[in-house]
């Protein structure tokens, strides 16, 4: 069965880094395009990057956009995100996300695994 699971998460100050995996199994993960979506408290997920299956093409909402980058290794099995310059309205949980197919589509996202909880706080 599908596993994802997230990890790299933890409390950093605004303006500070912090990068993110998310180790996959339970799937052929060369095949699939990917995404990175996050939850705050009390609010609905939000679709924050997506990742065609290649590698080759990538997606940012405009909130992260020039502060986050999304890359992925496939013989590793692992998708990262590299968030920097980050702000307290980052905090939230942050999950990967296995799309069903090889492209990615903005805003859209399907499995999610478990998540990693991020706070940018000072």
């Known amino acids: 069965d599908v596993q994802l699971q997230a990890s790299g998460g933890g409390r950093v100050q605004p303006g500070g880094s912090l990068r993110l995996s998310c180790a996959a199994s339970?799937?052929?993960?060369?095949?699939?395009?990917m995404s990175w979506v996050r939850q705050a408290p009390g609010e609905e997920v939000e679709w924050v990057s997506g990742i065609n299956s290649g590698g080759s093409s990538t997606a940012y909402a405009d909130s992260v956009k020039d502060r986050f980058t999304i890359s992925r290794d496939n013989a590793k099995k692992t998708l990262y995100l590299q968030m920097n310059s980050l702000k307290p309205e980052d905090s939230a949980v942050y999950y990967c996300a296995k799309y069903g197919s090889s492209w990615y589509r903005v805003n859209e996202y399907g499995y999610r695994g478990q998540g990693t909880q991020v706070t940018v706080s000072s």
């Open positions: 339970g799937f052929t993960f060369g095949s699939y395009a």
